[in-house]
């Protein structure tokens, strides 16, 4: 039993749907992505760019973050941009690249899944299929993904309440596939100053509620560069079993969310920081 879980059931003002409830699997699941475990005492650092730009900002953005300590690597191909005028990512020219470092480093690689039609696409590529915070209530995306098998990394919807999150995952459960790792990435209030606001209160209560593992976006949930190691410590302090963090080689130069972007450089000294912390709550850094 994980220190912050107490083993009497919490009331919520809400019927907890039958599968993520913490209830039905009290030890707490664990996703196994290659060699990699997510969920159980050590925690996983996902990091990359948000979107693939060329073969030489992924390898050099890989291979930087691996040395880092990242067990994981993110980039996405088909992106969910707010205006149709931005880059909307390199599409499976992106996927083959992800695959070529993923065999060059050994990293596993997530990427966002958009529609049910990419599933099958994007799957050939990607060892966890990523469903976006604006797809989070796409309940034909989310059943199609419960049919795929690959583990799915769902973000928390941007407007979603955490009875809807919850429903969301037991979407993808539903279908046969218990491989679903959570993820706080901010939501939306009347604050201006963050580009979201990073809820870690969602963090003990998803720890509480659920079985599956949460991991926490602080690049998406602040929007701002200066405030990721902040918040990517706190999540650890929370009881976050993992992170996920935007990381370009130039993030001057990014194509994409170049303000959240940690540099290389930032990364590394970042990981040191979080080993500590991790230390401090009876954990570690993988
Ligand atoms: C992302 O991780 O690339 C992304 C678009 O995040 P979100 O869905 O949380 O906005
Ligand atoms: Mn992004």
Redesign the pocket.
């Known amino acids: 039993m994980e220190a912050n879980v107490c083993s009497v059931p919490m009331k919520v003002g809400f019927p907890l749907p039958e599968k993520v409830s913490r209830e039905s699997w009290p030890g707490g699941t664990i996703v196994r992505v290659k060699e990699t475990e997510l969920g159980g005492k050590g925690i996983v650092v996902i990091a990359g760019p ?2 693939v730009e060329s073969r030489e900002q992924l390898f050099a953005t890989a291979r930087s973050v691996m040395a880092g300590g990242a067990k994981i690597l993110r980039g ?1 191909a088909f ?1 969910p941009r707010s205006s149709p005028y931005n880059f909307q990512g390199l599409g499976e020219e992106g996927l083959k690249l992800l695959r070529e470092v993923s065999s060059d480093t050994g990293l596993p690689v997530v990427t966002e899944v958009m529609d049910t039609r990419q599933i099958e696409l994007v799957s050939q590529y990607a060892d966890i299929l990523q469903i976006g915070s604006r797809n989070m209530q796409n309940y034909p995306l989310l059943k199609e993904a419960g049919m795929s098998r690959k583990p799915v990394l769902l973000k928390r919807g941007m407007m979603a309440t955490i009875e809807e999150y919850l429903l969301a995952a037991e979407y993808i459960l539903n279908q046969g596939n218990d491989k679903v790792i959570l993820c706080e990435r901010g939501i939306r209030t009347f604050e201006t100053s963050t580009r979201n606001t990073l809820d870690l209160s969602a963090v003990p209560m998803l720890k509480q509620l659920t079985h599956l593992p949460v991991i926490v976006d602080p ?2 949930g602040t929007g701002l560069r200066w405030m990721v190691p902040s918040m990517a410590k706190a999540a650890i302090a929370a009881g976050a079993d993992g992170l996920i963090m ?1 990381v370009h080689n130039d993030p001057e130069q990014a194509l ?2 170049g303000q ?2 940690l540099s290389l450089d930032e990364f590394s000294l970042l990981m040191t920081e979080l080993r500590k912390i991790a230390i401090a709550v009876d954990r570690m850094i993988l």
């Open positions: 948000c979107a996405g992106k690049s998406h935007e994409c969310d959240q972007s």
